[in-house]
């Protein structure tokens, strides 16, 4: 039971994940989005979080 917990929070640290969103207003857009489909702009910046 312990060792399945420890390998859960484990997995979670070692994860990446990568995301898209608008550099204007935040909003958060799918991978391969050219334009916020909020405000328009094309300022799409991509966060690696590791």
């Excluded at 060792?3 to 799918?30: A, I």
Aim: negative net charge; proline residues 2%.
């Amino acid at each position: 039971m312990l060792t399945d917990r420890m390998d859960r929070l484990l997995s979670r640290l070692t994860r990446r994940e990568t995301v898209y969103e608008c550099r204007r207003c935040g909003t958060t857009v799918d991978d391969g989005t050219d334009n916020c489909p909020e405000c328009g702009s094309d300022a799409i910046v991509q966060y690696r979080i590791s």
